[in-house]
């Protein structure tokens, strides 16, 4: 027994005496508790409304005024023909929209049933099949309030789902679980590889050879920029022939911007390493920096529409947000480097600035 609290005192000292890993451990729970608690949520806000109208009289103003009304909703667009809805559904900018048929109140007042399409975004069947049900009540609540004035009459909904139409899960979680295994290879081993190497000496080894700081890091990266890029050509074949998710768009962009991601998972992995002393440290710095975010704000399971406005404003900067709108709107979508320019010029930025970052950071701990 003596023994064993020796062991027990020798441990806990060991811990208090390494404050970032005890910070970490304090921090750890605080985060996950606030993150979780705020991130997970399976209502839908804020949905991205576009409004097809060719025709505007009292009846429809009253009917666009319902769903402005109503606080899921956010009219982004009205439009006289649904020529411009492609291109706000393939950018991201229209997550639903109503297309109200021309004549819209002349059918009501002659009893001749009116109808409207309400078309969703289906790329996260989830959030799709909520949006639908909310723009079907509020077609329904209208018809009510409607009817109880004007006496009989039918509003005929019709439903429609976009780029997912079988609304199968498989589609929404696959192109994300490429993020999440690309982040685990990437960051989380280097992280850990790297500060292994300073535990058991071999890094004092690079200290004396000629080589520069930014070779060292390319040597110890590169290995792992060819496993993650053996494990995005293991992901989508198993994707394709396993799990039938189709892949709609350029197959060679999709490779072309999984490399992109990878270097920039890879630069954080190696600040994590530069930055942390023991392999405890850089686990715990990886699975808060990199996984968690992953997981939770990268809209990878969580939509992220839903989420309060600070951590919408804070998956700005998490790496995986981006990849995933790209994964999806190549696989799912169909869609090119016209309409994704922006999130892959976001993942070029960060690769550039967490590269000349890491390669500082690790020349500091060299010196």
């Known amino acids: ?140 609540q209208f018809e009510r309030e409607v009817r109880a004035n004007a006496g009989v009459l039918q509003i005929v909904p019709q439903a429609r789902l976009r780029f997912n139409p079988t609304a199968e899960s498989k589609n929404l979680f696959v192109p994300g679980l490429m993020a999440f295994i690309l982040t685990i290879i990437s960051s989380l081993m280097t992280a850990i590889t790297i500060t292994r190497e300073k535990e058991t000496g071999t890094m004092e080894t690079l200290l004396v050879s000629p080589l520069r700081p930014w ?78 975010p992953t997981m939770i704000l990268s809209g990878f399971i969580f939509p992220i529409e839903s989420m309060p406005a600070v951590l919408r404003y804070l998956s700005n900067i998490i790496p995986a947000r981006w990849f995933v709108v790209i994964a999806r709107g190549i696989m799912l979508k169909g869609i090119g480097l016209g309409y994704l320019w922006q999130e892959t010029a976001i993942l070029v930025f960060m690769a550039l600035f967490l590269l000349v970052v890491s390669t500082r950071s690790f020349s500091e701990r060299l010196e």
């Open 1 to 140: 027994m003596r023994s064993l609290f020796g062991l027990l005192r020798k441990e806990a000292l060991h811990i208090i005496r390494d404050k970032r890993t005890l910070t970490v451990l304090l921090l750890l729970p605080v985060i996950q508790v606030v993150i979780f608690g705020y991130a997970i949520r399976t209502d839908v806000d804020n949905v991205r409304l576009a409004v097809v109208d060719p025709a505007p009289d009292e009846m429809t103003l009253r009917l666009r005024s319902r769903f402005t009304a109503a606080a899921v909703f956010r009219t982004v667009a009205v439009l006289p023909n649904e020529a411009p809805l492609e291109r706000l559904f393939q950018k991201g900018a229209a997550q639903a929209a109503l297309i109200i048929e021309p004549r819209f109140a002349e059918h009501l007042a002659r009893g001749i049933p009116a109808r409207i399409l309400i078309i969703t975004d289906a790329t996260d069947p989830n959030t799709g099949s909520t949006i639908q049900g909310y723009a079907e009540r509020v077609v329904q």
């Open 215 to 292: 070779q060292i890091i390319v040597g110890k990266v590169a290995p792992y920029l060819a496993l993650g890029f053996i494990s995005i050509v293991g992901v989508l074949l198993e994707a394709r022939l396993i799990f039938r998710v189709p892949i709609r768009g350029s197959l060679v962009l999709l490779l072309a911007e999984g490399l992109l991601f990878i270097l920039v998972s890879l630069a954080l992995g190696v600040l994590i390493s530069a930055r942390t002393s023991n392999q405890r440290v850089a686990m715990l710095g990886a699975l808060v920096g990199t996984m968690l």
